[in-house]
């Protein structure tokens, strides 16, 4: 039941045992493909030569985080505005979570305080929040009472709409075609 990427396996193995690779993975789902995006935590280990540490992102210095994030190959196509809202995101945990990213969803009631928590964070918004809860429901095992309907249709049994629902080359394939299909809806709609 984890998530299983066509990207290195010791970068899914470390999306599987590291909840702070989960979420930066999911932060840097943007404007790259996701298996760039979800790869990205495992270089950024390699590149600091330890494991992902909340406490030390967010008290990292601006620039030096920068120039990692932009060392080629860069972790995202915007390194520097991904590397402060990395940061922004690891300030965010050591406030109000002790730095433990699983500590985002591992106490709450129900799905929708999982949503509310996870849309609190910066970049999050209700879409790129409903993927992520279904991401931890349908891969990980985050499964409060109602994360379902929290997720909205990215929850959805059987669906194949995000990265949440990517577990071989088949069904990634079925996501980027659903991809395909709702930017070519938009576009037909004139959005």
């Known amino acids: ?21 989960r979420l930066i993975g999911m932060v840097l789902d943007q404007q790259v493909p996701m298996e760039k995006a979800f ?7 390699q590149r600091l030569g330890h494991d992902l540490d909340a406490a030390e992102l967010a008290g990292y210095d601006p620039e030096a985080l920068v120039a ?7 972790l995202h196509r915007f390194p520097k505005a991904m590397a402060a809202r990395v940061q922004e995101v690891c300030r965010v ?4 979570y002790d730095g433990d990213a699983a500590l985002l969803w591992s106490d ?6 999982l ?15 409903q993927i992520f809860v279904a991401l931890l429901g349908k891969r990980f095992g985050v499964t409060p009472q109602d994360w379902r309907q929290a997720a909205g249709g990215y929850g959805d049994p059987g669906a194949y709409r995000s990265v949440a629902d990517v577990t071989d080359v088949d069904s990634l394939r ?9 930017k070519a809806a938009a576009k037909a709609a004139g959005g």
């Open 1 to 21: 039941m984890t998530l299983v990427l066509p990207i290195d396996p010791e970068a899914n193995r470390l999306l599987e045992r590291s909840p702070l690779a």
């Open 39 to 45: 790869s990205s935590p495992y270089v950024l280990t």
């Open 68 to 74: 990692i994030f932009a060392q080629p190959p860069a």
């Open 93 to 96: 945990l050591v406030e109000r």
């Open 108 to 113: 709450v009631a129900d799905g929708p305080e």
């Open 115 to 129: 949503l509310r928590r996870v849309s609190g964070l910066p970049g999050f918004g209700k879409q790129k929040a």
């Open 174 to 182: 079925r996501v980027r075609e659903y991809k395909q299909q709702m």
